[in-house]
C-alpha cells in the first residue's frame, strides 16, 4: 500500500509542478486588485492587471482536480502515454457530468438542499485523483486489447478511454449514494464541535489539512466559514454580514496564518535540507516556488501534495501541527481573516479591518511554529528516511552511470531477464529509474541471479521479498520498454 501511496505521490508532481507560478500570479493580482476577492469595482490600469493575473492563475489552480486526474492518470499508466491521460480527462468529465446538480436534481427533483449541496462539490481533488487512478488502471488492462475485424478500428489504445467511460458510469453510480452520505456526515461533525469553542476551532483545522487530499474539507468549510450553520467566519470578519464579536469572530481562520506563512514554508527548507547532494536543485524547484506561493498567497497545495502520499504520516503531523495552530490563536483570541487564503497578502489588508484582534501576535505566533515544522520535519525525515521531494530510492553510483550493457539487442536482454525472474506470470509491476529496471514479483524464490547477469546486467538487488532491481546501465529504458510488452 505504501508503495503504491509514493508511486501516487510521483505521479502528482507533473500537476503539483504547475501550481506554484499559478498561485504567486493570483497572489500578485490580489495584491495589485484586492477586490477581485473583496468585491468592488475594478478600476484603472493597475486594477486590471491585477484581475487578468487572478483570473491566469485561478484557470490553473480552479482546474486542479481535472490537472489531478490526468497527471494521475499518465504518472500510473506503465508507459506515461498521452493516451493515458486522455482517458484520465474522459473518466473526470464523465463523473462530474453525471454528478452535477443539474443531472442529479433531474434524477430527484426533491432533493434537500443539504444533498444538493454535496454535489456542487463534486468537482474535487478526491474525484480527480478517483478519476486518474481508475483511467491508469483501465489503460494498463485494455491498452493492448484486440477486438473482432469490425471493431479493429477501436483496438488497442484507442479502446481505453471508451473502456475508462463505461467503469466511471458505474463509480458514478456507487457515488450518487454514498458521496452525499459522506458529505452530510462531514457537516453534521462540524456542527457538533460548534460549542467547543477554541478546542473545536483545533479540531476543525486539524480536519480540515487532514481532509485536503479527498476535497471533502469544503464540506467543513462551509460549516465554519459560510452561513450553513450561523457561524459565517469569514463574512462576519469581513463586515459582509452582521453579528460579529471582536476576539472571537475570525477565530476559525487566524491560526491558519502562522503555519500557511511560517510553517509550511519552514517544512520546505527542512525537505530541502534533507533531499540527497544530487538532488537538491531538483528539489529546490517545486520547494522553493511552493515556499513562496504558501507564503504570498495561502496556496498550499504545491507543498502539501508534494509530500502527503510520500510520506502520509509526515502530512498527519502538519494536520496535528495545524490544529494546535489555530487553537492557540483562538485560545488568545488573537484573530486576523481572509478573503482568498491565509497568505500575507490576506494578512496586511485583514488586519487593518475592525474585527482584527492583536493579529501582529500571529507573525509571533508563526516565528514559533516555523521552528517547530522545521525541527519535526528535519528529524521526521532523517530518523525514518522519509521520501520526501529529493529523497527518492533511485540513487546510483557512478559504476552504474557509466554502465553499458553488451549486447544491443535490448529485446533479447528483457527475454533473458523475464525467464531469470521467473516469467511474466511472476510479475505484478514494472518500472525503472535512470540505471535499474525495477520489477515487484509474487514469488521471489523463482528469481535466478545467474540468469539475470547472463543477459548482461550488472548487478542484482532485492530491496523487500518482492521487489527485485535488475542494474541495467543507462540503456535500461531501451530494455524495460521491450520488458513491458513482454509482461
Known sequence: MMKYLQKLGKALMLPVAVLPVAAIMMGIGYALAPQTMQGGDITGVVGFIGLFLVKTGGAVIDNLPLLFAVGVAIGLSDDQHGAAGLAGLVAFLTVTTLLSDGVVTIIDPDMSPEKLLAFEKIKNAFIGIISGVSASVCYNKFKSVRLPVALSFFSGKRAVPIVTSFVMVVESAILYFIWPVVFAGLVGFGK????????????????????????????????????????????????????????????????????????????????????????????????????????????????????????????????????????????????????????????????????????????????????????????????????????????????????????????????????????????TSVDNCVTRLRLEVKDSTLVNDKKIKAAGAAGVIKPSKTSVQVIIGTHVQFVADEFKKMV
Not at 203 to 221: E, K, V, W
Not at 247 to 266: E, I, K, N, R, S
Request: proline share 3%; aromatic share 14%; hydrophobic share 55%.
Open 192 to 427: 457538533g464541535i460548534m460549542d467547543l469553542g477554541a478546542v473545536g476551532a483545533g479540531i476543525y483545522a486539524f480536519f480540515n489539512r487532514l481532509l485536503i487530499p479527498t476535497g471533502l474539507h469544503h464540506a467543513l468549510n462551509a460549516v465554519f466559514w459560510f452561513d450553513i450553520a450561523g457561524i459565517a467566519d469569514i463574512n462576519k470578519f469581513w463586515g459582509f454580514a452582521e453579528g460579529g464579536i471582536k476576539g472571537v469572530t475570525g477565530m476559525y481562520q487566524a491560526g491558519f496564518f502562522p503555519v500557511m506563512m511560517f510553517g509550511l514554508p519552514a517544512a520546505a527548507l527542512a525537505m530541502y535540507h534533507t533531499a540527497k547532494d544530487n538532488k537538491k536543485k531538483t528539489a529546490a524547484g517545486i520547494l522553493l516556488a511552493g515556499a513562496v506561493a504558501s507564503f504570498v498567497s495561502g496556496v498550499t497545495e504545491p507543498l502539501e501534495f508534494a509530500f502527503m502520499f510520500l510520506a502520509p504520516g509526515l502530512y498527519l503531523v502538519h494536520a496535528a501541527l495545524t490544529g494546535i495552530a489555530v487553537f492557540i490563536a483562538a485560545t488568545l483570541k488573537w484573530t486576523a481573516g481572509f478573503c482568498f487564503s491565509a497568505g500575507a497578502i490576506d494578512f496586511v489588508f485583514s488586519s487593518q479591518l475592525p474585527m482584527a484582534n492583536n493579529p501582529y501576535m500571529l507573525l509571533l505566533l508563526g516565528l514559533v511554529f516555523a521552528v517547530l515544522y522545521y525541527g519535526i520535519f528535519r528529524f521526521a525525515i532523517v530518523k525514518f528516511n522519509l521520501q520526501t521531494p529529493g529523497r527518492e530510492d533511485d540513487d546510483v553510483s557512478e559504476e552504474e552511470k557509466s554502465y553499458v550493457i553488451s549486447n544491443s539487442d535490448y529485446a533479447q536482454v528483457a527475454s533473458q531477464i523475464l525467464e531469470g525472474v521467473g516469467g511474466r506470470d511472476n510479475i
